[in-house]
């Protein structure tokens, strides 16, 4: 079964960091590109970041870079988001999606997960 899991959302106070991860499973991310997407209440989805196949590109909206790094893991099929100094501005629903980086780059990828929940509030 293809499927690819989020993980490590949860509450945190602005100033705080968590840790995404998404494992892919039934398939393998090493020939994907990945990115992360979020989608706050209200508002439309948007892209945070995408990693290219060998990992030595990556891209990164401009509300969090700095704060952020997207990083991978094809041994264990799993991708990161390391998110660091979080906003209340950064409460959304994350999703990890697959595709190739032209997909990543226009929000248009081939697959993806069903999110994780990140609220950033005092």
């Known amino acids: 079964q293809v499927q690819l899991a989020e993980s490590g959302g949860g509450l945190v106070q602005p100033g705080g960091s968590l840790r995404l991860s998404c494992a892919a499973s039934g398939f393998s991310l090493g020939y994907l590109t990945i990115g992360w997407f979020r989608q706050a209440p209200g508002k439309e989805r948007e892209g945070v970041s995408c990693?290219?196949?060998?990992?030595?590109?990556?891209n990164y909206t401009d509300s969090v870079k700095g704060r952020f790094t997207i990083s991978r893991d094809n041994a264990k099929n799993t991708v990161f988001l390391q998110m660091n100094s979080l906003k209340p501005e950064d409460t959304a629903v994350y999703y990890c999606?697959?595709?190739?980086?032209?997909?990543?780059?226009?929000?248009?990828?081939?697959?993806w997960g069903k999110g994780t929940l990140v609220t950033v509030s005092s």
């Open positions: 990693i290219n196949t060998g990992g030595g590109i990556t």
């Open positions: 999606a697959v595709g190739t980086w032209g997909q990543c780059l226009g929000g248009g990828m081939a697959y």
